[in-house]
T-cell receptor
């Protein structure tokens, strides 16, 4: 079946540091890949997505590239801010019925001033 | 903007009680989902619905049931709450043919 594995957290960075959160997946076929973010006290919201190999999703300074050869979708940001502190979830849609998503375990990011 | 609302942000119940969690979306979405979120486990799908009165089991349906009598409303029911159902419950919705799910703010349930 489908599965998503994220790097263990929590991740703690200073403001303006470079961020990478690793995500690898297992799926049959050609899944779409997503990063969702959950700010404190809120539900999840879509951060970015990519629907086919070599696509790059980007939003709010975050980027992730769909790498089919390494089955990865790592999240990066060149300079994090305190306001980026949140939980980040990698997810995939394996193309099964009704848009069901499979989520990774989430990575807590804390950014200090 | 899509809005998904959940009936309670925090809920405290006793073991054995019947618990109803309500979710309402205002964008005429066909698909609705219930997840539970636990530290280190991410989000796990409990049930989903693709149309009124239609429901499908997710990955962890045991101990839960759902109801979808109207398109905009999807209810999660804990028939007899147990302490291992203490968790954060998240509702989401999406429209057919679109993969993006829109989430509510969550209900944090404590079962004593």
């Amino acid at each position: 079946g489908n599965s998503v594995t994220q790097m263990e957290g929590p991740v703690t960075l200073s403001e303006e540091a470079f961020l990478t959160i690793n995500c690898t997946y297992t799926a049959t076929g050609y899944p779409s890949l997503f990063w969702y973010v959950q700010y404190p006290g809120e539900g999840l919201q879509l951060l970015l997505k990519a629907t086919k190999a070599d696509d790059k999703g980007s939003n709010k300074g975050f980027e992730a590239t769909y790498r089919k050869e390494t089955t990865s979708f790592h999240l990066e940001k060149g300079s994090v801010q305190v306001s980026d502190s949140a939980v980040y979830f990698c997810a995939l849609d394996g193309g099964t019925s009704y848009g069901k998503l499979t989520f990774g375990q989430g990575t807590i990011l804390t950014v200090h001033p | 903007d899509v809005k998904v609302t959940q009936s309670s942000r925090y809920l405290v119940k006793r073991t054995g009680e019947k618990v109803f969690l309500e979710c309402v979306q205002d964008m005429d979405h066909e698909n609705m989902f219930w997840y539970r979120q636990d530290p280190g486990l991410g989000l796990r799908l409990i049930y989903f619905s693709y149309d009124v009165k239609m429901k499908e089991k997710g990955d962890i349906p045991e101990g839960y049931s759902v109801s979808r009598e109207k398109k905009e409303r999807f209810s999660l029911i804990l028939e007899s709450a147990s302490t291992n159902q203490t968790s954060m419950y998240l509702c989401a919705s999406s429209t057919s043919g679109q993969e993006t799910q829109y989430f509510g703010p969550g209900t944090r349930l404590l079962v004593l």
